[in-house]
């Protein structure tokens, strides 16, 4: 009892909650979903980027960016598998990127935001990139999705196949016009909604690599080819808010914007350490922007008055399914959540919401914990993402002295105050040890052979690949 006192002291606590009400005084909202793909926490001007999005901007102005939201993984595969169930990807059998010859997929055990929402007479479609599992019982249609366009998975694997439903509509993929492709295909699925509420869940390809622009793009944000991709993007997010205003559904939806993971090998993770595929925040610190009229209170007001400021207060992608939960009234599904409900953040109602450890893992390890500010590093690769792999291999390696950052006054990770600070490391420690026995065996045999495997030495022995 007195760890959990210090942690809820530091600023988390293993409750979680759900705000209840917003739905019941107005007809089931929509929801937009909008997910970008490899986008870095500083590739937005309102993130302090100089390549130019007014959309993003605006929209965030109309209602709120978060100045702390996460991925639940630095990687593809599982940072949407978390997106769409609210549980990590590790407990949705989906711990690693998914290649097009991968016969598994996102468990059909678990219960997507769009089997969620169908029960209530939700229509649905998801436009984009799934990557979620190829085989057609992981396909969007067979997860609850009344359609599906876009590609199965990422852009630069082969072959490169553009899908509508289980139907492959072109071969190679014309890149150039795909973001293009994209809005046409949600702003006629808006147009097209009639008097039911709806769900739009569009996963852009862009920016992951290999870049591409449609010509009226090319040259136009002056700051290179990805920067051209980015305001495409941001094109296509006015031509959405767009289509919503002039069919009238605009005072009835609740759109957020965000990214699957930190950026690759180009982008910008702004001032934080790391990039994709790393733990560090920089791999999993993402851009988060909502508006919702009348229900999230907009930064400025109509009459320039200063409103909502930015929120600073902790939050992720885990916590979609059960926000959204929340605003619409659907009932939760029945297995672990690992989000809570973010509600009461957005519509102003309170400062900020309970919530267990956030974990960050990296295939199957658990590498660090976050508490409140504290963030915790317990293991590291023992190469760096992206570079030359060791000739042993790549290996999971604990960190002899965990090292403690508090992300609130130092969110570059550079000064570890875990000297200092030897309390906070014991109770996230402990903390960390009741939560992992309610994890898969995979993640606590990776646990444990990461924290058995002897100091000092060189071979990897039988480590679990990171992805």
Known sequence: MKRRAFIQKTGATLLGARFSGRAS??????????????LGYGDLSCYGSKIATPRLDRMAREGVLFTQFYSASPVCSPARAAVLTGRYGVRCGVPGVLTPTDTGGLSENETTIAQMLK????RTMCVGKWHLGRPAKYLPTSRGFDEYYGIPY???????????????????????????RYTEQAVSFIRNAGDSPFLLYMPHTAPHIPLAASPDFVGKSKMGLYGDVVQEM???VGQVLDALTATGADQNTLVMFTSDNGPWFQGSPGRLRGRKGETFEGGMREPFIARFPGVIPSVVSSRGARGQKPIDEMASTLDLLPTIAGFTGAPLPATTLDGVDMGPLLTGSASRVD?????????????????????????????????????????????VNPELYNIDSDPEEAEDVSGQNPDIVAAIKAEVAMMLPGFPSQVQSAWRDTQNRPVGTTEPGNWPSPI
């Not at 029960?119 to 939700?122: A, E, K, M, T, V």
Request: aromatic share 10%; glycine share 4%; hydrophobic share 35%.
């Open 25 to 38: 005084s107005r007809t089931p909202p929509n929801i937009v979903l909008i997910l970008a793909d490899d």
């Open 119 to 122: 029960p209530l007479g939700y």
């Open 154 to 180: 990422s852009n630069d694997m082969d072959p490169s196949i553009l899908m509508h439903n289980t139907d492959i509509i072109e071969s190679p993929v014309n890149q150039k016009t795909l973001t293009r």
């Open 355 to 399: 919530r267990p450890l956030f974990l960050y893992f990296s295939g199957w390890n658990l590498q660090c914990a976050r508490s409140g500010p504290w963030k915790l590093h317990l293991s590291r690769h023992n190469a760096p993402a992206y570079t030359p792999e060791p000739k042993v291999g790549l290996f999971n390696l604990r960190l």
């Open 234 to 236: 941001d094109w296509s």
